[in-house]
């Protein structure tokens, strides 16, 4: 298998260890020979004597702002191609949900996809809850490896796109860095794509909207729970 190498982002500023080996660039042979010293061939030099030449301060900076730029290419390039981690890699899933979200996992981390989950449960204290969660936003924030092992349930919170507890009336709504809250328009609650600005419908009466769809779910670890999947267009 060939593997392709690691792109080389270069200034010719780097080459040099320090400011008199760039110094030392600038002079000639002939310089050499006329001249009594090293140093005294590097003086005329950073004095403008051979040409435009930048001072000690202005290299350093340059040499400095070279080197950042070329840590950070060389970096995405790394994090483009390196093997992405799946929280759901290896496990034993039986149930239909959690199937569902191993399925979804890698295009919500990759940003091909943006799936908002409903759930209707139960939380630790008894009480009924439910509400939507904005599934990639979710994976950034959190480790989903106790979930997919069992050792977690997801439970809509407080901080997710919506939340309801049946018990306390408590109700909330919070945009997320994919999703725009709309729960003011006629046609119900709404979910606008912050990236293609497409609407996303949850109402269960109706289409869930361009470039979406709706996967209702029988799970026997949730009173009811529904995938949205938002398909995020490249062009």
């Known amino acids: 298998m060939q593997y ?45 004597h051979k040409g435009t030449v930048l001072s000690r301060e202005e290299f350093e900076e340059r040499k400095a ?15 483009r191609n390196r093997r992405m981690t799946l929280a759901s890699a290896g496990k034993e899933l039986k149930d239909n949900f959690l199937k569902a979200l191993a399925e979804r996992e890698e295009a919500n981390r990759s940003g091909k996809m943006t799936s908002v989950i409903f759930i209707r449960d139960y939380n630790t204290l008894g009480q009924e ?4 969660i904005d599934y990639a936003h979710r994976l950034k924030t959190q480790d989903f490896e106790p979930y997919f092992s069992g050792k977690k349930r997801l439970v809509p919170g407080r901080s997710d796109l919506c939340y309801y507890n049946w018990k306390t009336q408590v109700s909330m709504s919070t945009s997320s860095p994919n999703f725009e809250v709309i729960y003011d328009d006629p046609n119900g609650l709404l979910f606008k794509n912050k990236r293609d600005k ?11 909207g361009e470039d979406s769809k709706r996967t209702f779910l ?18």
Not at 198 to 208: E, R
């Open 65 to 79: 702002a070279a080197q950042a730029a070329e840590a950070a290419k060389n970096s995405a390039f790394y994090n």
């Open 4 to 48: 392709s190498s690691v792109p080389r982002f270069h200034d010719p500023i780097t080459q040099f260890k320090c400011y008199e080996d760039y110094l030392d660039s600038k002079v000639t042979p002939m310089d050499s020979s006329y001249l009594t010293s090293r140093e005294l061939a590097r003086k005329l030099v950073e004095h403008g």
């Open 129 to 132: 809850v439910s509400g939507y």
């Open 218 to 235: 029988q799970s026997d670890l949730y009173v009811h729970a529904v995938i949205y999947d938002h398909n995020i267009r490249t062009v």
């Open 198 to 208: 497409k609407i996303l419908n949850v109402d269960p009466m109706s289409g869930p």
